[in-house]
C-alpha cells in the first residue's frame, strides 16, 4: 500500500504547524514563521485571538449543535448583525466557502423559477475564477485543472472574459439567470475588478432582470479594507457568498440575499445540517465584534497602504524578480518576472526565510496577511522578502 492514510490531494509542504500566536505560526520543532497567508485568508484576527478564542471556548461548553428543527437564538443574532451592516436581508449559514457559492447558485435560479421563468438558469462566470470545489462550483470555472476527470459537470454556466464587459453583455439570452463574479479575484492572481466591469454588469442585471451573484468568499470579511469588497465600487449585489474571514478560522459561510433575490427559497428548498450551529455562530459573533469595533476596517485600509507601498518601493531594488503589485487592502498581489515562478520563489521564501505566502495565478505571489497586523510586521516581511529576492535564483528551464 503505498497511498497515505491522508488523501494526499494536496502537494503539503514541509511546514507542519502545531501552534499559532498573532501573525505567527509554530512548526513542530519550535520553527517560526511570519503568517502573511492566513490559512489562504481566514485567519483575520490571527491566531489565538484571545476574544474569538474564549467564545469558542465558552460556547462549545454550553452548547455546541443542535438541529436546524429548532428555533436558534445564536443564528438570529448573528443574522441581524449581517444584515443590518449590508445589503441584505436575509442569510443562511454554510460551513464552507464552495457551500455558500452553491447557496448562491441555487437562489439565483429558484429566484426565476419564482418569477415564472424557469428557463433563466445559466449563470455567466469568468476567465481564472475560483469558486470552490464541489461538482457546481468546479462547474463555474473553466479551469481546467479542476474539472479535469470530473465530467460530465453541472450545465448552466458561459464563461466569458473577466474585466471584458462588452463581452459579458453580448453572452446574455434568454437562458440568463445573471452573473457569479468575484470583485478580487483570489486564486486566479489577484485580479481586480474595475469600476466600470462591476458597475456595467450591475446595470445590465438592472435591465435584464437578472441576478449579480458576487463570490466575496476571499475578498469579503474586511480583507479589502471594508466589511465587503463591493462597498467600494459603489454598486450591491443581489445575492452574495461570503467565507474564509467570517469565522477567523471556524468552518464557517454565509450565502447573503436581497429580499428579492430570495424570493423563491422558502420552506425545505434548503439545508444543512451543521450550517448555522450554535458553535459556528459564537466564533461569527465573536470575529464581528472586532470587526465592527471603531478604526479597525481603518486600521485594514492604513495597513494596506502601507504594505503596497513597502512592496512598490521593493521593486526597483529587484526588478529583475518583481514586477508589479495589485490588490486592494490587504489581499495583495505580487506579479513575478519570469523566469521566476511563484510556487519556487514562495517556497523559497518559506523555507529560508520562515516567510509563509500563497502563490496564485499568472505567477503572482499572495500577500495575505492577518488583518490585525502592524507596522512592525511590514517591516520584518519587507526585511525577510528582500532577502529572500536577494539570494534567489530561479530554476533552471530545462
Ligand atoms: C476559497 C474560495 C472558495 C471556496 O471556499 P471553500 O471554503 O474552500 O469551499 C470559493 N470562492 C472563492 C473566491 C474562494 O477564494
Wanted: glycine residues 12%.
Amino acid at each position: 500500500m503505498t497511498i497515505t492514510p491522508l488523501m494526499p490531494v494536496y502537494p503539503r509542504c514541509d511546514v507542519r504547524p502545531v501552534r499559532g500566536e498573532g501573525c505567527y505560526l509554530i512548526g513542530e520543532n519550535g520553527e517560526r514563521y511570519l503568517d502573511f497567508a492566513s490559512g489562504i485568508a481566514v485567519n483575520c484576527l490571527g491566531h489565538g485571538h484571545p476574544h474569538l478564542t474564549k467564545a469558542v471556548q465558552e460556547q462549545a461548553a454550553t452548547l455546541m449543535h443542535v438541529s436546524n428543527l429548532y428555533g436558534s437564538p445564536q443564528g438570529e443574532k448573528l443574522a441581524k448583525r449581517i444584515v443590518d451592516h449590508s445589503f441584505a436581508d436575509t442569510v443562511f449559514f454554510t460551513n464552507s466557502g464552495a457551500e455558500a457559492v452553491e447557496c448562491a447558485i441555487k437562489t439565483a435560479r429558484r429566484y426565476h423559477h419564482a418569477e415564472g421563468n424557469p428557463q433563466r438558469h445559466d449563470l455567466i462566470t469568468f476567465n481564472s475564477a475560483f469558486h470552490g470545489r464541489t461538482l457546481g462550483t468546479i462547474s463555474a470555472t473553466n479551469q481546467a485543472k479542476m474539472r479535469d476527470g470530473f465530467e460530465p459537470l453541472l450545465p448552466g454556466f458561459k464563461y466569458c472574459d473577466f474585466n471584458d464587459l462588452d463581452a459579458a453583455l453580448a453572452m446574455i439570452d434568454e437562458n440568463t439567470a445573471g452573473f457569479l463574479v468575484e470583485p478580487v479575484q483570489g486564486e486566479g492572481g489577484i485580479r481586480v475588478a474595475s469600476d466600470e466591469f462591476l458597475k456595467g454588469l450591475r446595470k445590465a442585471c438592472d435591465e435584464h432582470g437578472l441576478m449579480l451573484v458576487l463570490d466575496e468568499v476571499q475578498c469579503g470579511y474586511g480583507r479589502t479594507g471594508t466589511y465587503f469588497a463591493h462597498e467600494q465600487y459603489g454598486i450591491e449585489p443581489d445575492i452574495l457568498a461570503s467565507a474564509k474571514g467570517i469565522g477567523g478560522g471556524f468552518p464557517l459561510g454565509a450565502c447573503l440575499a436581497t429580499e428579492k433575490a430570495a424570493k423563491g427559497m422558502v420552506f425545505g428548498t434548503h439545508g444543512s445540517t451543521y450550517g448555522g450551529n450554535p458553535l459556528a455562530m459564537a466564533a461569527g459573533e465573536a470575529v464581528l465584534d472586532v470587526m465592527l469595533e471603531d478604526g479597525f476596517l481603518d486600521h485594514v485600509k492604513a495597513m494596506g497602504e502601507r504594505l503596497r507601498s513597502t512592496l512598490e518601493q521593493m521593486i526597483p531594488n529587484h526588478d529583475h524578480l518583481f514586477d508589479s503589485v495589485r490588490g486592494k487592502g490587504l489581499m495583495l498581489g505580487l506579479k513575478l518576472k519570469e523566469p521566476a515562478v511563484a510556487r519556487d520563489f514562495m517556497g523559497f521564501a518559506r523555507e529560508h526565510h520562515g516567510l509563509l505566502l500563497v502563490a496564485a495565478g499568472e505567477n503572482v505571489l499572495r500577500i495575505l496577511p492577518p488583518l490585525v497586523i502592524e507596522e512592525k510586521h511590514i517591516s520584518e516581511f519587507a526585511e525577510k522578502l528582500s532577502d529572500a529576492a536577494r539570494v534567489y535564483s530561479p530554476p533552471a528551464d530545462d
